[in-house]
């Protein structure tokens, strides 16, 4: 939730990594009554889940993820709206705004079934009619407007981190492709280069030149304003890390990631409990 919420707040890393500092760190802070090695764990906790929409464990800098009393339970939130049914709902919520401030009109869609995908390269949703009545009015015209809303703003994005999450927490999200991703987006941020350009050895990733890709994103660090000077070295023992966990499998073989969900009768269809992340949608 907390997540969802960054994303939709901060709109670099630089301003979120400051900002969830500042939220732990500042002597006025709600978590001042915590140790020092507790607000690390938060810290820490929530920019991994934030950035790579997974909290982190196997990092040696990040201390032991149960240190957090976020997931001790000591830091409680309102779990009444944790729930399947309050999720769809809230969801639904919102996809069904989105589609009346872009003027259309949710009976047009009548009882038919749609599939919403967003390739998490590229941030953009494409929307797929999979069922409907006879008589359905469903046309080319009203699907790309459709499109054309859930791919306004940040939509499309925080549609896709939703599902990323939902994933992670059932389980359901290829590991090679979480594994993809999850390097791709780092590097990219850091680099602005696509890690799906360089090939593949046994000694990690290295580009038509053969400079590594460890490399080049550390040569990167030094200058980026996407990682603070205080995280740089945290950033990248963070991309080796990232790099190891994806060398386990054929990268170049690997689809891209794409997260997919139901939506009929103006209604969401989720897995199974993917917590209140809905207030970014706009």
């Known amino acids: 939730d ?14 979120l990594y400051s900002g969830v500092y500042w939220k732990y760190f500042d002597k006025d802070s709600a978590y001042s009554g915590y140790s020092d090695e507790e607000k690390w764990a938060m810290f820490n906790n929530e920019m991994t889940m934030t950035r790579w929409g ?4 196997d990092h040696v800098s990040l201390p032991d993820l149960l240190k957090d009393p976020h997931l001790n339970g000591e830091v409680t939130t309102n779990k009444s709206t944790n729930t399947r049914e309050f999720n769809s709902k809230m969801l639904s919520a919102q996809i069904g705004n989105v589609f009346k401030n872009h003027g259309i009109d949710l009976s047009q869609l009548g009882n038919s079934s749609f599939r919403f995908s967003v390739n998490g390269m590229t941030n953009k949703l494409t929307i797929s009619l999979l069922s409907g009545n006879a008589g359905s009015t469903i046309n080319a015209d009203l699907l790309k407007k459709m499109t054309e809303a859930l791919n306004s703003n940040n939509n499309a994005q925080n549609l896709f981190y939703n599902l990323l999450y939902d994933g992670a927490k059932q389980g359901t999200t290829p590991k090679d492709q979480r594994a993809k991703w999850g390097l791709w987006n ?3 941020s850091v680099t602005g280069e696509d890690i799906r350009t360089y090939r593949q050895t046994a ?19 030094k200058t ?9 070295e945290a950033a990248y023992d963070y991309f080796v890390e990232q790099e ?8 170049a073989d690997t689809t891209d990631l794409t997260l997919s969900m139901t939506y009929q009768n103006a209604t969401a269809i989720l897995t199974p409990s993917s917590g209140n992340q809905f207030e970014a949608f706009a």
């Open 244 to 251: 190891k966990k994806a060398m386990q499998y054929d990268i």
């Open 203 to 221: 000694d990690g990733f290295v580009n038509k030149n053969g400079e590594k890709a460890r490399d080049i994103f550390k040569e990167a660090l």
């Open 186 to 188: 780092n590097f990219q």
């Open 54 to 57: 997974e909290i982190k464990s």
């Open 2 to 15: 907390i997540a969802v919420q960054n994303r939709a707040k901060y709109q670099t890393v630089n301003e």
């Open 224 to 232: 980026s304003t996407a990682v603070p000077s205080q995280f740089k």
